[in-house]
Every structure is written in structure tokens, then in C-alpha cells.
């Protein structure tokens, strides 16, 4: 039988404030323990939440990035469990009205050796917020557990899609979109190693061609793309044969073992789901009106698909380069920083995408840590597009800026790779070039092409690679007619 | 909706409370009495009524993302029955 497997997931996107959701207490990652953990955070008797501002702005800038309906009202609510990492007992939550609605976001799912790149619109079901509980330290102190609570209370966004997803692929496409935009709009930090960005991974199979939902299992807390990929095929595939040799799915949740590859159901806690939901009598509900929208709506960036629009019909981009170019807000704020200070932008695009792409990878950077800045870049690019150096020179150059070197002109000079424009000078290299080489001229009016090449490369040898190639061309072109 | 004592024993489960059997029975009362009201109040109309989720019609007021709490872990780990190192020590959690 053929399967289809059927992915949803939940996304836990710790939203970059300075205090937490409900109180003045500092997020800053990497405190001493509990240095951060006040009165609210450590849940004294007495103490009342009073919702941040900024954490509601950064939930409603997400909901009019994916085009969802902002609820007027929402309302939030206690999820009442025990764990002591949670010392009030309930994590403060929403939940029957969450301030983010129905929304959708459109993912670009890459190639494959089986198939074509394709687009496809995955579905928010809803996006709620949320506080953060603390930390679990094991095996500091023989027999207990320590708790560090700074991070309780920190806000979240959680980010709910519809079952819509059908591969591993599409899956972890979103997710890479999630988190790229998640940072393009500026209300997270994306560092997945400090746990600012968890993905939860709800994974069902069905005979293909059939419309009812498989039982799901619920993959927790994956924090690298990498893992989630692994996660899911291994979790399908082990569906899939548990079904076939006549099991059945038991809906669990489940976690990755990345040494081993493998996902294994965690213990079962007794009633874990039983969370007796009710609206917490201390917060009243929160109004979002037209004006907040309007007003946070005006300090949004522009967002990546209108960018890559805009950059198609402005700089005249391939829809390819243009999608590359605004994968990352700052990729895309280099590129733009390079156009603006005189760099050609179908060049800068390239460059970009190329040089600058490559070192960083091999370097495991990102484009903020680029040695060479964007200014730098496009006086590189302006000493191409004025014919001062080819394309084959300026690579040379770049290497020297990549050492930290930004000084263009003096490694130009330095080096000795201006580009060689003389008419005269070039027509005299090519007339010493052919007097030493009449037998590729015979063999030329033969009809042979690659003597015309090996001539173009004898020329470019005898300028020591400084000679406009276009220009050797077209004299030689000319000579030999 | 009725209630019976499995259903008492297991609400106080879920909320850690430790109850013994006479206990429950005398919860199982009130409980009942408490859902009898409810289902006394269900035989209002409430068609075309918002349902409100607090009992003040008025909304959230926001607080400043500006950091206003210093450091007072010192001050409230005195209250802790044991710490080490900054952290709050707890009976193992195994997870």
C-alpha cells in the first residue's frame, strides 16, 4: 500500500523583549541562576501579572506578516499542571481566543533529485502567547533537582499550522521560513541553540488517497532542521511498518534521540492532558484596535515577498535571485547597502549569492560577520562595471578584502591587475600574436573555433591576463576577417 | 451532570490534594450542590450575549518593556527549604 504522511507543527518562538510578559524582570540569556527569577517570576503569594506591551506588538506584527485576523479581544488563560519548573502551578497561556488567528504563509519547497522546486501555502491555524517556564538542572546535588526560574516568565509566541504539510521536506521548508521570518519582523533572535526557536512536530500517516486523519505522535522540542529531518522519516517509516505488521498508532508524545537517529515515546504521564483550562481571573481581557494595528503595522519592515517583488521590476533581478537574495533580512539589507553605494545590482546579486555566499558558509559565518562591508563590496563592483578590472582580477581583489583589507584602488595598484583598455596597446599584442602563430590562422579560415580561442588565450597571456577580453575579441575578430 | 466519588478522587489528584474517603464524600456534596447550581443557572436564555470572560468589563492595561526588578535572589532564597550554587533545590525530577 502507498502512504502519505500528514505533518503539523507547533512552534515556540521566544519573542525578543527585554523584560518578561508579565513583569519587569530582564530576559538577558545567560544569567547566574535565579538572578532574574522576582517575586512574579518565582510565584510569591500575593504577586499579579501585568501584561508587556512590546510582547502583544511583537504577537500582532507576526499575525500581519502571515495575513491572519487579529482577534479585537483575546483572552488568557490558565493551563494548570505540576512540574517544578512551574511554581504557580499553571502556566498563563491563551486559549479558546488567542490574539492571532487564521493565516497562511507560502513556503518554496527546493528541488530534489525526484522532483521540481514547487510553491505551496501552508495554513495557520493560530498563534497564541504565552510565558516560558524555568529550567531543570540534573545532577548538581546527589538525589535533587536544582530550578533555575530566570527563564520563567519569558514571553513566547506559539505558532500553530494546520496539518497541511505532506513530507519531511515541506516541513522543514517551513520551518526554515518560519524562523527566517520570525527574524525578518524583528521579534526574535532565531538562536535555535539557546532555545529561542523549538518546533513541536505532530506526525500521522494515512493510505495515500484517503481523507481521514492517521493517529498522530507528537515530537518534541526539535531544535535544529537537521534533527527535525531525520526526526520525521524515522518517525514515518516507523509508523508505517507498525502499521503493516498489524499494529496500531497510539497517539504519544515522543522524543529524538539525535546519537541514535531514533524517536522514542516519553514516559506517559498519567493524565498529562488533563489541563483544566479557565480564564485567569487575574488579567483582563486584551483589546487590540484598528489604531494599534495601524500603528504597528507602520513599523513593520517590508516584508520578503514584496521585496523580492520589488527588486524583479527595480533592479531587474531573476525571480531566482531575487527569491536567494531575500531568503535572510540580512542578506537582503547587504545587498540593498550595496546597491545604494554605487554597486550595479544584477552584479551585487551575484556577488552576493557567489563570493561572499561561499566564504561565509566555508567559514560557517553569516553575513553580518562578512569582513567586507557592503561599501567595500560596491567599489569593487563600480571598478568592474567601469572596465577598470575583469571580472577574473576583481576576484583576486575580493580575496584580498576578505583579509580585512578595504582599500580597493591600492590592491588594484599593488597587484598590478588594471585592465588593460588601449586600443593600441591591444592591437599591437594581437599583431605580435599572430606573426608568431600563423598556423592557427591557417587552421582558423579552416574553420576550426578552437584556434580562435587559442588565440584569445595568447593574447590574454601576452597582456599577463590585463587585457579587456571582450576587446582582444573584437580586434582579433576584426584582424582576422 | 452527576458526580461520584472516583470523579472526586480524581480531581483531587489532578490538584495534588490529599483527601481520604470521608473527605470525599463531604467534597462530592458540595461539588454536586455546586453543579446543581450551575445547571439552575444553564435554564437562562443567554442567546445573543457575548460571554465575557471576567466579571469587569474593562480591558488589559500594558506595561513598558523597561526592566524595573533588580536581583533579590539573595532575599527570597531565605524562604527555600534547600539551594546550592543559586539554584532552588528540589526532590529529583526525573524526566
Known amino acids: ?481 | 451532570m452527576a458526580l461520584n466519588i472516583p470523579d472526586i478522587k480524581r480531581i483531587a489528584h489532578l490538584a495534588r490534594i490529599e483527601i481520604d474517603d470521608a473527605e470525599a464524600a463531604q467534597t462530592l456534596d458540595k461539588l454536586s450542590g455546586i453543579l446543581s447550581l450551575i445547571e439552575e443557572m444553564q435554564a437562562v436564555d443567554t442567546a445573543g450575549i457575548t460571554p465575557m470572560s471576567h466579571s469587569q468589563d474593562v480591558v488589559q492595561r500594558l506595561r513598558d518593556d523597561v526592566v524595573t526588578k533588580d536581583n533579590q535572589r539573595d532575599v527570597f532564597q531565605q524562604n527555600a527549604p534547600a539551594v546550592d550554587s543559586g539554584l532552588y533545590l528540589v526532590p529529583k525530577v526525573i524526566e
Open chain 1, 1 to 481: 500500500m502507498e502512504w502519505e504522511v500528514v505533518i503539523g507543527l507547533e512552534t515556540h518562538v521566544q519573542l525578543q523583549t527585554k523584560t518578561k510578559i508579565f513583569t519587569g524582570a530582564s530576559t538577558a540569556y545567560g544569567a547566574e541562576p535565579n538572578t532574574q527569577a522576582c517575586d512574579v517570576s518565582i510565584a510569591l503569594p500575593g504577586v499579579l501579572p501585568v501584561l508587556n506591551k512590546e510582547a502583544v506588538a511583537c504577537a500582532v506584527k507576526f499575525g500581519l506578516a502571515v495575513d491572519a485576523e487579529i482577534a479585537p479581544r483575546s483572552v488568557f488563560a490558565r493551563k494548570n499542571y505540576f512540574y517544578p519548573d512551574l511554581p504557580k502551578g499553571y502556566q498563563i497561556s491563551q486559549f479558546e481566543l488567542p490574539v492571532v488567528g487564521k493565516g497562511e504563509i507560502t513556503i518554496q519547497v527546493p528541488e530534489t533529485k525526484k522532483q521540481a522546486a514547487y510553491e505551496k501555502v501552508v495554513g495557520i491555524t493560530r498563534a497564541h502567547l504565552e510565558e516560558d517556564a524555568g529550567k531543570s538542572v540534573h545532577g548538581a546535588v546527589d538525589g535533587m533537582s536544582g530550578i533555575d526560574l530566570n527563564r520563567a516568565g519569558t514571553p513566547l509566541l506559539e505558532i500553530v499550522t494546520e496539518p497541511d504539510m505532506r513530507s519531511a521536506a515541506e516541513a522543514v521548508t517551513y520551518a526554515k521560513k518560519l524562523h527566517e521570518l520570525v527574524q525578518w519582523i524583528g521579534i526574535c533572535d532565531g538562536n535555535m541553540q539557546e532555545g529561542s526557536f523549538r518546533c513541536d512536530v505532530n506526525v500521522s500517516v494515512r493510505p495515500k488517497g484517503t481523507q481521514a486523519l492517521g493517529t498522530r505522535r507528537e515530537i518534541k522540542n526539535l531544535n535544529s532542521f537537521k534533527f527535525m529531518q531525520q526526526a520525521i522519516a524515522y518517525e514515518t517509516q516507523w509508523q508505517i511498518e507498525t502499521i503493516e505488521d498489524g499494529g496500531t498508532i497510539e497517539q504519544a508524545t515522543i522524543l529524538f534521540n539525535p546519537d541514535t537517529g531514533e524517536t522514542r515515546a516519553m514516559r506517559s504521564k498519567e493524565e498529562a492532558n488533563d489541563y483544566r483550562y479557565f480564564p485567569d481571573p487575574d488579567l483582563l481581557p486584551l483589546e487590540v484596535t484598528e489604531e494599534d494595528k495601524a500603528r504597528i503595522q507602520a513599523e513593520m519592515p517590508e516584508l520578503p515577498e514584496a521585496m523580492k517583488a520589488r527588486f524583479e521590476s527595480e533592479y531587474a533581478l531573476s525571480a531566482y535571485d531575487a527569491a536567494a537574495i531575500t531568503t535572510s533580512r540580512a542578506v537582503a539589507d547587504y545587498f540593498v547597502e550595496t546597491v545604494n553605494a554605487g554597486g550595479d545590482a544584477k552584479l551585487a546579486a551575484n556577488w552576493v549569492m557567489g563570493g561572499i555566499s561561499a566564504k561565509l558558509n566555508a567559514e560557517d559565518k553569516i553575513i553580518t560577520d562578512s569582513p567586507i562591508e557592503a561599501k567595500a563590496l560596491a567599489l569593487l563592483l563600480k571598478r568592474i562595471a567601469d572596465n577598470t578590472i575583469s571580472n577574473n582580477a576583481a576576484k583576486n581583489v575580493f580575496e584580498e578584502m576578505w583579509l580585512g583589507n578595504a582599500d580597493v584602488d591600492s590592491i588594484i595598484e599593488a597587484k598590478g591587475l588594471k585592465q588593460v583598455s588601449d586600443t593600441g596597446a591591444i592591437e599591437a599584442m594581437v599583431d605580435e600574436v599572430l606573426a608568431a602563430n600563423p598556423k592557427m590562422i591557417e587552421e582558423y579560415k579552416a574553420g576550426k573555433e578552437k584556434a580562435f580561442n587559442a588565440l584569445v588565450g595568447q593574447t590574454m597571456k601576452a597582456s599577463k591576463g590585463k587585457a579587456n577580453p571582450a576587446q582582444v575579441n573584437a580586434i582579433l575578430k576584426e584582424k582576422l576577417s
